[in-house]
């Protein structure tokens, strides 16, 4: 498979049973089970990947402090992406701590779940981000095509942040409504401290999906941001909705090869953007992020 020795950029890890406010299971409470700690170790274990970054899911801190706990029992060299409310009361201390978890390699900003994404700009907020990229933690952007400009006009006031667009920024199903996509993308992409994660393109479209109904959104992400800006991701275990890992490798594989990529480039996709990106999975892959107790 495609992922044998490559970090996977993208995976989740849930428990059902907490009742996270998980906005995917609230769609397709189906996926709970295959989110759980056994499923995660099975999928990295079955697809060969070296190591993951694990993503929180939930905009909430009893999420990310339970997902930090969670998986240290995966068995498996995992980069964090944990959450902060920027600007809030509480940001200090859980910067704080996240900072000081070596297994922490970023912070994801979901602007899909904000009622004013702007308020990111806030000077309060600007304050908290710069805190965690001087630290060396990216921030992770889950944002449909309508806030696009958001994360361009946060990677313009953040320059030395590494800022990560999820999913190749959520394109729309209907090919009519491409038009806003398209152009966030291309802003986005002429900015040099953006990367993106290469994943979700398939799951909109069901359980059948199949390449050619994503293939134009794929090359165009590829030919925008290059290998060395795109990070391949499976989005364990949400891609089960659109057939699973093994039908993302196929496409990404068939992607790949009909873009030419050389050796150099495909180590980027699978490997180097992700390491260059979250740069402290260099240390967390080579075993050095002790265990800690998260607060």
Do not use: Y
Request: a negative charge.
């Amino acid at each position: 498979m495609i992922f044998d020795g490559a970090i996977d950029a993208h995976v989740h890890l849930w428990d059902p049973a907490r009742g996270d406010d998980i906005l995917i299971l609230r769609k397709e409470p189906w996926i709970g089970p295959l989110g759980q700690v056994e499923a995660l170790r099975t999928h990295l274990s079955e697809c060969g990947a070296a190591g993951a970054v694990l993503v929180q899911s939930a905009p909430d801190a009893g999420h990310s402090d339970w997902l930090r706990a969670a998986a240290r029992g995966v068995g498996v060299p995992l980069g964090l992406v944990g959450w902060i409310e920027p600007g809030s009361p509480e940001a200090d201390r859980r910067i704080a701590a996240l900072i000081e978890d070596p297994w922490v390699c970023g912070v994801r900003l979901m602007l899909n779940r904000m009622d004013t994404p702007e308020a990111l700009l806030d000077r309060a907020a600007l304050e908290d981000l710069s805190q965690l990229a001087a630290a060396g933690l990216a921030l992770e952007c889950l944002a449909p095509p309508e806030c696009l400009a958001d994360v361009a006009a946060l990677a313009r006031a953040l320059p030395e942040a590494q800022i990560v667009v999820d999913h190749c920024g959520l394109p729309p199903v209907p090919p009519a409504s491409l038009a806003p996509w398209q152009h966030g993308i291309e802003d986005l992409a002429g900015l040099p401290n953006v990367s993106m994660k290469f994943s979700g393109l398939m799951e909109p479209f069901g359980p059948e999906a199949h390449l050619s109904q994503v293939e134009d959104r794929a090359a165009a992400c590829l030919d925008l941001f290059g290998p060395g800006r795109l990070m391949a991701a499976s989005n364990h275990p949400v891609c089960a909705m659109a057939g699973g890992t093994a039908r993302w490798a196929d496409s990404l594989e068939r992607i790949m090869g009909r873009a030419g990529l050389d050796m150099t480039d495909r180590a980027a996709l699978l490997r180097g953007t992700a390491l260059r990106v979250f740069g402290r999975l260099t240390d967390i892959l080579a075993g050095e992020g002790e265990t800690i107790c998260t607060s």
